[in-house]
T-cell receptor, first 113, second 113 residues
Framework: DTAVSQTPKYLVTQMGNDKSIKCEQN?????MYWYKQDSKKFLKIMFS???????INETVPNRFSPKSPDKAHLNLHINSLELGDSAVYFC????????????FGSGTRLTVV | AQSVTQLGSHVSVSEGALVLLRCNYS??????LFWYVQYPNQGLQLLLK??????LVKGINGFEAEFKKSETSFHLTKPSAHMSDAAEYFC???????????FGTGTSLTVIP
């Protein structure tokens, strides 16, 4: 009954590979997000989808491509992985009109070697 | 422009001592303010939120925060620190109807036995 679930929890891969991270929320929220947390714990928003529509697309390399098949799912695909992509990626969801805050997933620790 | 500033990237307190984590915000509209906690290797968990009701907000685990408009502050306090409080704490600002948060850079709390 996890509210926001991400898979996988850990991902170790070689430079140049393509990988995907999946996220699902069962809260009925209308908006989902991807955040990147670097080694200094700084949180940077990458993308936001509202009812399957992309509404926030920060300055992120176009190797990163989000996909939202429905409002309960937001996946992140990364092409040609680089060493600098190593980080923890968090999915989150919210119901914007109610502004109760975000509910976060437990994160995916990506290590590029 | 909206932003938050967390003073002190690292705070150390003795077990049983007062915890004070500082957060100042900048917002051109009435803000919604949040504190999140991140335990090691976990996602972010909502501690408490201010959404224009009572200025003193009580959260989980004995934490509370007071919204002070004149000081543009939303500092987090706990009267007596416990070893289990050791974690990273993030302040965030949003506003009504918005789908984006602005996170502070985080404060790492260490509790000394």
């Amino acid at each position: 009954d996890t509210a926001v679930s991400q898979t996988p929890k850990y991902l170790v891969t070689q430079m140049g590979n393509d990988k995907s991270i999946k996220c699902e929320q069962n809260l009925g929220h209308d908006t989902m997000y991807w955040y990147k947390q670097d080694s200094k714990k700084f949180l940077k928003i990458m993308f936001s989808y509202n009812n399957k529509e992309l509404i926030i697309n920060e300055t992120v390399p176009n190797r990163f491509s989000p996909k939202s098949p429905d409002k309960a799912h937001l996946n992140l695909h990364i092409n040609s992985l680089e060493l600098g992509d190593s980080a923890v990626y968090f999915c989150a969801s919210s119901q914007v009109a109610k502004n109760y805050g975000y509910t976060f997933g437990s994160g995916t620790r990506l290590t590029v070697v | 422009a909206q932003s938050v500033t967390q003073l002190g990237s690292h705070v150390s307190v003795s077990e049983g001592a007062l915890v004070l984590l500082r957060c100042n915000y900048s917002s051109s509209v009435p803000p919604y303010l949040f504190w999140y906690v991140q335990y090691p290797n976990q996602g972010l968990q909502l501690l408490l939120k201010y959404t224009s009701a009572a200025t003193l907000v009580k959260g989980i685990n004995g934490f509370e925060a007071e919204f002070k408009k004149s000081e543009t502050s939303f500092h987090l306090t706990k009267p007596s620190a416990h070893m289990s409080d050791a974690a990273e704490y993030f302040c965030a600002v949003s506003w009504g109807g918005s789908n984006q948060f602005y996170f502070g850079t985080g404060t790492s709390l260490t509790v000394i036995p």
